[in-house]
């Protein structure tokens, strides 16, 4: 059993480290938004948060194949289990295989996706060579997951956070470049969002070919049997990427038919500052889950319970540190893009930001307690919970709150989601009599 200095010591380094690495991540989503605002206005606006589900769907199978796979090999190397090199390598192939469509559609019709998600003929015109490049760069996306997962989990968050920091770097820079003296608009946006997680996986490589690296990629057969084998312990991480595909969809069909494309550009500032947040919660749930991991491996419930006391409490800090700043600093967030200087803008998205930002008290909580049921091998739990959070809660919310206050309740039902998974996820605690290990994983 760790003494409880060393397992806060532990707790503190795979935490910050993924935290940074994950805010890294998200801060080029603000740079996108920032950019784009400045090239073209609300409209711009508009076709980033009408791509963002796109994103997320990509990340979420990217991440469920990735966290997922580098789950299971965490589990597998604390019971000293054999065989496991291959595991980096069959999520690689994987990833490859479920891009493939992506790349399809990028190559044959990019502006159907925008059709499809309710922007008009002129937002479609604008956004396409923006969508056709990010479903071009799908592979990369998607297998950028195993890079900085298995970095993490072999022993090497330092590494998972240098890529994530030294790729949003990139892409913010050469976000400037290409948009701005390079002359190439959204398409210049795209392009430096689609390399930077090929910088990124580049920066892993340095760990897995050096000394220190427990995984030696070798070849590997794809399985099917695998595959469901690792993506049973990826669900929480897909569930949580997806949600903001699902979230970002529903509201966009809302607002389209109460505000049109300027509640849309409201709700994109609101959105990509929300992911910014989430990235923070994210970040300490996946440097949290080898922790957990090894717990449950190693039978050590006391450190199980002390990592899981720090990550509430953490959560529940970050959380009214976020709420705060969104309610003191919303007129000015909203002044910073802007850029049109749009009265209507301004009107729509302060008081967005004011009723969508207290749902962070619950959602950082809800990640941490998802992240445990997941990691520790609960995965019907932590599937049934994802899929309550990121699907079922958040979509009846909107639609029931949106008829009742229109676009308030928009607003409001992220919060109301939150709290309806958070008291789900306290039954399930009960029901095990807190944070246990109950099941093995194998």
């Excluded at 592979?139 to 970095?151: K, L």
């Excluded at 991480?237 to 699902?246: L, Q, R």
Aim: glycine share 10%.
């Amino acid at each position: 059993m760790f003494e409880t200095k060393a397992a806060a010591k532990r707790f503190y380094k795979y935490v910050s480290r993924n935290i940074a690495g994950m805010i890294g991540i998200s801060v080029y989503v603000l740079a996108d938004t920032f950019f784009i605002s400045l090239y073209a206005g609300a409209d711009g606006i508009t076709v980033l948060n009408l791509a963002l589900p796109l994103y997320s769907l990509i990340f979420a199978l990217g991440s469920m194949i990735g966290v997922g796979s580098a789950t299971r090999y965490a589990i597998n190397k604390a019971m000293n289990k054999k065989n496991i090199d291959g595991d980096f390598s069959h999520a690689l192939i994987w990833q490859l295989i479920l891009s493939v469509p992506f790349v399809v559609l990028g190559i044959a019709a990019p502006e159907k996706w925008l059709l499809i998600m309710g922007g008009d003929a002129a937002i479609s015109a604008l956004g396409a060579p923006y969508v056709r490049i990010v479903l071009l760069a799908a592979p990369f996306f998607m297998m950028n997951y195993s890079f900085t997962a298995f970095s993490r989990n072999d022993g090497a968050p330092t590494t998972a956070m240098a890529a994530a920091l030294i790729a949003s770097t990139f892409n913010i820079i050469f976000d400037y470049v290409f948009m701005f003296p390079l002359g190439m608009g959204l398409a210049g946006a795209a392009l430096a969002t689609g390399m930077s997680p090929i910088v990124g996986s580049a920066v892993c490589c340095t760990h897995f070919f050096g000394k220190n690296s427990g995984i030696k990629p070798r070849a590997a057969r794809p399985s099917v049997k695998k595959l469901f084998s690792c993506c049973a312990l990826g669900v929480s991480a897909f569930v949580g990427e997806i949600s903001s595909a699902v979230t970002v969809t529903v509201f966009n069909f809302l607002l389209l038919k109460t505000a049109g494309n300027t509640g849309v550009a409201a709700y994109g500032i609101a959105a990509n500052l929300a992911l910014v947040a989430m990235a923070v919660f994210n970040g300490m749930a996946q440097g949290m889950q080898p922790l957990l991991s090894e717990c449950c491996a190693g039978d050590r419930e006391a450190d199980l319970r002390l990592y899981m006391k720090m990550g509430v409490s953490a959560a529940l800090i970050i959380g009214a540190l976020v709420i705060g700043v969104v309610w003191i600093f919303a007129d000015g967030i909203t002044a910073v893009f802007n850029s049109e200087g749009s009265a209507l803008l301004a009107e729509y998205t302060v008081p967005a930001l004011r009723m969508y930002f207290p749902g962070f008290i619950f959602a950082g909580v809800n990640i941490v307690l998802i992240t445990y049921f997941s990691a520790t091998g609960k995965a019907l739990s932590a599937s049934a919970a994802s899929m309550l959070r990121g699907v079922a809660a958040i979509t009846v919310c909107a639609v029931v709150l949106s008829a009742l206050f229109g676009m308030s309740g928009i607003w409001l039902s992220f919060a109301a989601s939150e709290l309806i998974t958070f008291a789900v996820l306290i039954f399930l605690l009960k029901r095990q009599k807190g944070f246990r290990i109950t099941e093995r994983s194998v």
